[in-house]
């Protein structure tokens, strides 16, 4: 089975190419499940109930969430109520949300889906670790297919945490820092791997981010506010493409799909 993962979608320029991405994609190279990290959907933080109806809509099948999770309160009913989004499973167990979804892709197939939260230079957290295990022993016997998106900065933890699940689920992807990675590769227990699958927004810009508005924050070092720069000329879709041997649930390869569109009437 052939599942697409894409990195952080940033922002309208980000939603707008997963509109224009998704239907071409699922068709040309047969997808049976598409997931998407939508952290920063909602101009560049956090997601509303609107952006996940319509990023379901242009056929995201299940989403992940990281660091700003909660940044928009609206989203919490959405967290609560529906079945194929999650918040980082190592956040408190007090906090809104769910731990993780089981989906059924095109082919039929039940597959877990969950995210974590690395803890190097972000806000204290559970140990990723730790909530990986609870989750594999919570997730239903029958869901054999397991994908993990672990939303960290350090490459160190990422690498860290493909190995320790390595052989328990069939891919380990990274999201976060929004800058792709050239290291896809099947780890030796059958475990797809990804340091981090990128982000889909606006090209020019840091990370997503107008580029004179991050420069004055660093400059002044005051607060500033950071748009999403929305009049970069062109958007990156940095996703991968994984495929998994549907007897064994091990990934039989994963490779990089980074596209570049021009905004249309920018
Ligand atoms: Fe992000
Ligand atoms: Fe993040």
């Known amino acids: ?35 998407a990290n939508a952290e920063n959907a909602a101009g560049g933080s956090g997601i509303t109930p609107a952006i996940y109806r319509e990023l379901v809509k ?23 109520g529906e079945t194929n989004i999650v918040k980082p499973a190592n956040l408190p167990p007090e906090s809104v949300g769910r731990n993780w979804a089981v989906v059924t892709a095109r082919n039929g197939e039940r597959v877990g889906v969950f995210c974590l939260l690395g803890r190097l230079f972000m806000k204290p957290v559970d140990s990723p670790w730790h909530a990986a295990d609870r989750v594999l022993a919570e997730l239903p016997g029958d869901v054999r297919v397991r994908l993990v998106d672990f939303h960290a900065e350090a490459t160190s933890d990422m690498q860290l945490m493909g190995r320790y699940l390595d052989g328990r689920v069939s891919a380990v992807l990274g999201t976060h820092t929004h800058v792709p990675t050239a290291d896809a590769q099947v780890l030796p227990g059958g475990t797809a791997y990804v340091t981090d699958a990128g982000m889909v927004g606006p090209a020019e810009s840091i990370i997503g981010n107008e580029i004179d508005a991050v420069l004055q924050r660093f400059l002044t070092g005051m607060p500033t506010r950071l748009p999403v720069a929305e009049r970069s000329p062109t958007v990156q879709f940095n996703a991968v493409l994984v495929d998994i041997d549907e007897a064994t649930r091990r990934a039989r390869s994963i490779c990089r799909i980074d596209r570049e569109y021009e905004i249309d009437g920018v």
């Open 58 to 80: 242009a056929g995201v099948d299940a989403i992940t969430l990281g660091d700003h999770v909660y940044r928009r309160r609206e989203i919490y009913s959405v967290l609560e």
């Open 1 to 35: 089975m052939r599942i697409l993962f894409i990195g952080d979608v940033v922002g309208k320029p980000g939603r707008e190419i997963v509109h224009r991405a998704i239907p071409g994609l699922v068709r040309d190279e047969r997808l049976d499940l598409v997931v």
